[in-house]
């Protein structure tokens, strides 16, 4: 079974830092994209970030702020939050399109989500 697990969540201040990590742990073949959602409270969850390959692509709202990065051998995805923004705020969901070992296609994956909140 596969499992994405997230952290590094919590409270800060607009203008401060945050670094999510999520690791993918599991009976694993391979992993093709990795990425970063979230879901602010009433609105629908959205794009923040993905890596594939090393090409990375980030949602217009948080270019030059955000920068996720990947360390294959960890199987574990990173998001660095820089500036942040109370509008930022919300539950940061972990994504994962992979093959699971005994498998020969790609299954997608998400974590149980953790909160950001950015206080103004």
């Known amino acids: 079974q596969v499992q994405l697990v997230e952290s590094g969540g919590g409270l800060v201040q607009a203008g401060g830092s945050l670094r999510l990590s999520c690791a993918a742990s599991g009976s694993i073949f391979s992993i093709n994209a990795m990425g970063w959602y979230r879901q602010a409270p009433g609105k629908q969850r959205e794009l923040v970030a993905t890596?594939?390959?090393?090409?990375?692509n980030y949602a217009d709202s948080v270019k030059g702020r955000f920068t996720i990065s990947r360390d294959d051998a960890k199987n574990t995805v990173y998001l660095q939050m820089n500036s942040l923004k109370p509008e930022d705020t919300g539950v940061y969901y972990c994504h994962a399109d992979l093959v699971p070992s005994g498998y020969y296609y790609t299954v997608k994956h998400w974590g149980q989500g953790i909160q950001v909140t950015v206080s103004s």
């Open positions: 890596i594939t390959l090393g090409i990375t």
